[in-house]
């Protein structure tokens, strides 16, 4: 044999060795699973992609068939699927609509999806599968149809359940004070009541309806609260608010955002203002709320119950305090503070 014959065999030689060595390497780091399938459906290799997706070892994968990678009752109807693509063999790629499901070695089934692709290797036709695990596209898809859905149901909530209760309240409010004998008139305030507590545990479920998993900041909070109240009120308020009380805890940011809620359903229904301002600061170990009004102030003899004995309840369950007054020369404070 001639030198160059036999260098040119070297090189052919090593070239092979090249590609074997790109072609293992391509095959181990591919991010999808990957398994090569006769027509019988033994499956001829595997990567270390697909064999930690269905909990098997690469050794257990190769050779046995890959109809045991298919949940129980989908392997009579896979089996068919095969026999009928074998026999018109042509590329399928991923994302094609189908609903497809693995099975892991713990029997659990998971979404996949699969693209598929013919190869000719020494005169047989072979099935080059790429498999890839969807669960977290699918988890997040549904986890944004769920809070489509509760968005809708919150609004849905606000703009027409609570809206017919609030204006129930007030058609009794407007003929309470006429009402004949003092019997109906305590059962009336006693309804108003009612309604007030309804849709104040309304307004909490719609809070709670539009915590997302990445839970809003609590100055969010207050200030979304605040701009959805103005066309109640017929005037936007100032809202003013420190830099620091989104470190409050849960137990009393939940309570801070009902006083909120009160405070301003009460200058809706009794003050008459054109304007208000609410002040939120966290001061040291002191979180303080004041809620300013230009209305008509408070009766001679303002009722202890309804929104205010709410307010003063959570105040008082909190170890803080709140007052309500007349201001000079018109007009209504609110004052809750809370120890932190």
């Known amino acids: 044999m001639s030198k160059s014959v036999t260098a040119s065999y070297g090189r052919i030689l090593h070239d092979d060795m090249d590609n074997d060595r790109l072609a293992a390497a391509l095959i181990e780091s591919c991010p999808d699973g990957l398994l090569l399938i006769d027509a019988d459906g033994i499956i001829t290799l595997a990567n270390p992609k697909v064999a930690s997706m269905f909990g098997r070892s690469m050794d257990s994968l190769v050779g046995s068939t890959v109809d045991q990678l298919v949940p129980g009752e989908y392997r009579d109807q896979h089996h068919q699927r095969r026999t009928s693509f074998n026999k018109r063999p042509a590329t399928r790629s991923m994302g094609t609509g189908l609903q497809l499901f693995g099975e892991n070695s713990r029997g659990n089934m998971f979404p996949v999806e699969i693209s598929l692709s013919p190869v000719t290797i020494d005169n047989a036709v072979q099935t080059i599968a790429t498999i890839r695990d969807v669960s977290d596209r699918q988890e997040a898809v549904a986890l944004m149809a769920m809070h489509r859905d509760r968005e809708r149901i919150a609004r849905d909530l606000h703009d027409m359940v609570i809206q017919r209760i609030f204006a129930a309240g007030m058609s009794l409010q407007a003929v309470q004070s006429s009402a004949q004998p003092p019997m109906v008139a305590e059962r009336i305030a006693a309804t108003i009541t009612e309604l007030d507590d309804t849709i104040r545990e309304l307004r909490s479920a719609i809070f709670q309806l539009g915590q997302h998993d990445d839970k809003r900041s609590l100055?969010?909070?207050?200030?979304?609260?605040?701009?959805?109240?103005?066309?109640?009120?017929?005037?936007?308020?100032?809202?003013s608010i420190g830099n620091d009380i989104d470190v409050l805890p849960d137990f009393i940011a939940d309570q801070l955002v009902a006083t909120v809620t009160e405070g301003i359903s009460n200058v809706v229904r009794h003050a008459q203002a054109s304007s208000a301002d609410i002040s939120i600061r966290l001061d040291s170990d002191v979180v303080s709320l004041v809620i300013d009004d230009n209305g008509k102030g408070l009766p001679d003899e303002p009722k202890r119950s309804g929104g205010l004995s709410n307010m003063m309840w959570r105040a008082a369950e909190l170890g803080g305090s709140c007052t309500v007054e007349s201001c000079e020369p018109t007009g209504t404070r609110l004052e809750w503070h809370i120890p932190v």
């Open 219 to 239: 100055s969010a909070q207050l200030t979304e609260l605040v701009h959805d109240r103005a066309r109640h009120l017929g005037f936007e308020p100032t809202l």
